[in-house]
């Protein structure tokens, strides 16, 4: 079975484990056309190499008209406080943004226009995402595994401030970029026939960072609910290293681990740059390999005896019983003590 361990020791985002994707083999043309299927404005797509304390990896970003301008309500994008986002909607402008400063290798730059988009008043609950994602061109099982991120993530955000999943609003910038983001991810595992995702221990960061609700902790409330499950952990890098695309992503997608995989072999490894410089390396390291089969485990046996019952029923039960999940049922004629 194809699988892919992924190592979150500077954190996880969206954009991150898309570039790292992209870095394995996810031909950037194909992620254009296929994100065309998704009616979303105006937007450009950024992929370029990049450098981080010496490791090349791969950078994606999501570039949208009048971002500055913007604040997400109830449900407010984390996204861009994070290694891999470029506007701030927590107010945190503390950092150096990357879109051209590191593009002294390769560098793709996408615009596109589907249809004219007003960002300036609009706003999208759960519903109106999910009307966009069902109604695209994409295939049915992008559109399903897209749709249970989002909801996750909507629902996170939902517990965090004490509303229901209907009143939680994305503005318009967050919207799209997180649609691409989450889009894209499940796009691209598909793309290279991964069928089972592993993920390491998730630095979170630490500290505190600024939003429109004022400070909150990193990390931040819906990210913290998001890895409820997942093993994680804050370090000492006072940064939000892990955004709630990139839990929500982790938590419906992959499997939590300690440590490689047991019976994982990998083949290749490709690494997703963040935007920040930080103290170590700014990248998420994805291994692409093989996992071999799980040997022995337990099954459970269930048997009984029957009396006195019409032959004719027998492969009516043997039936249901198969299709409720038995791997095996059979039958043998027995004498009783009557």
């Given at each position: 079975?194809?699988?892919?361990?992924?190592?979150?020791?500077?954190?996880?985002?969206?954009?991150?484990?898309?570039?790292?994707?992209?870095?394995?083999?996810?031909?950037?043309?194909?992620?254009?056309?296929?994100?065309?299927?998704?009616?979303?404005?105006?937007?450009?797509?950024?992929?370029?190499?990049?450098?981080?304390?010496?490791?090349?990896?791969?950078?994606?970003?999501?570039?949208?008209?009048?971002?500055?301008?913007?604040?997400?309500?109830?449900?407010?994008?984390?996204?861009?406080t994070h290694a891999g986002h470029?506007?701030?909607?927590?107010?945190?402008?503390?950092?150096?943004?990357?879109?051209?400063?590191?593009?002294?290798?390769?560098?793709?730059?996408?615009?596109?226009?589907?249809?004219?988009?007003?960002?300036?008043?609009?706003?999208r609950n759960l519903h109106d995402?999910?009307?966009?994602?069902?109604?695209?061109?994409?295939?049915?099982?992008?559109?399903?595994?897209?749709?249970?991120?989002?909801?996750?993530?909507?629902?996170?955000?939902?517990?965090?401030?004490?509303?229901?999943?209907?009143?939680?609003?994305?503005?318009?910038?967050?919207?799209?970029?997180?649609?691409?983001?989450?889009?894209?991810?499940?796009?691209?595992?598909?793309?290279?026939?991964?069928?089972?995702?592993?993920?390491?221990?998730?630095?979170?960061?630490?500290?505190?960072?600024?939003?429109?609700?004022?400070?909150?902790?990193?990390?931040?409330?819906?990210?913290?609910?998001?890895?409820?499950?997942?093993?994680?952990?804050?370090?000492?890098?006072?940064?939000?290293?892990?955004?709630?695309?990139?839990?929500?992503?982790?938590?419906?997608?992959?499997?939590?681990?300690?440590?490689?995989?047991?019976?994982?072999?990998?083949?290749?490894?490709?690494?997703?740059?963040?935007?920040?410089?930080?103290?170590?390396?700014?990248?998420?390291?994805?291994?692409?390999?093989?996992?071999?089969?799980?040997?022995?485990?337990?099954?459970?046996?269930?048997?009984?005896?029957?009396?006195?019952?019409?032959?004719?029923?027998?492969?009516?039960?043997?039936?249901?019983?198969?299709?409720?999940?038995?791997?095996?049922?059979?039958?043998?004629?027995?004498?009783?003590?009557?």
């Open positions: 079975m194809k699988a892919i361990y992924i190592e979150a020791f500077a954190g996880i985002s969206g954009n991150m484990l898309l570039g790292a994707l992209i870095d394995a083999g996810v031909p950037f043309d194909h992620l254009v056309s296929e994100m065309k299927k998704l009616p979303l404005g105006e937007y450009e797509l950024i992929n370029k190499r990049v450098n981080k304390c010496g490791i090349d990896a791969n950078y994606f970003n999501v570039l949208l008209p009048d971002e500055h301008q913007h604040d997400v309500t109830i449900g407010h994008r984390h996204e861009h470029h506007h701030h909607e927590h107010g945190d402008t503390g950092h150096n943004h990357e879109h051209h400063s590191d593009c002294a290798q390769h560098c793709h730059q996408v615009k596109v226009s589907e249809e004219p988009v007003h960002h300036h008043h609009e706003h995402i999910a009307h966009i994602i069902t109604h695209s061109d994409l295939h049915d099982k992008i559109k399903m595994q897209s749709l249970q991120v989002f909801t996750a993530l909507a629902e996170a955000e939902a517990k965090v401030h004490g509303k229901t999943v209907d009143e939680v609003h994305f503005h318009e910038v967050g919207a799209i970029d997180t649609i691409i983001d989450i889009a894209g991810c499940v796009l691209a595992l598909e793309y290279l026939g991964i069928e089972k995702i592993f993920v390491s221990n998730i630095h979170t960061g630490s500290g505190f960072v600024n939003c429109a609700h004022g400070l909150m902790p990193v990390p931040a409330p819906a990210t913290a609910e998001l890895l409820q499950g997942l093993q994680h952990s804050q370090g000492k890098i006072e940064k939000e290293l892990t955004t709630p695309t990139g839990a929500a992503l982790m938590k419906v997608l992959a499997v939590s681990t300690n440590d490689i995989p047991q019976g994982f072999s990998g083949s290749k490894i490709a690494y997703g740059a963040g935007t920040w410089d930080l103290e170590i390396p700014n990248v998420l390291r994805i291994s692409i390999g093989e996992l071999e089969a799980e040997a022995g485990g337990e099954l459970l046996v269930a048997e009984c005896n029957i009396d006195d019952m019409n032959g004719e029923l027998y492969p009516y039960v043997q039936e249901r019983l198969l299709q409720a999940g038995a791997l095996d049922c059979w039958l043998t004629p027995i004498i009783m003590k009557k």
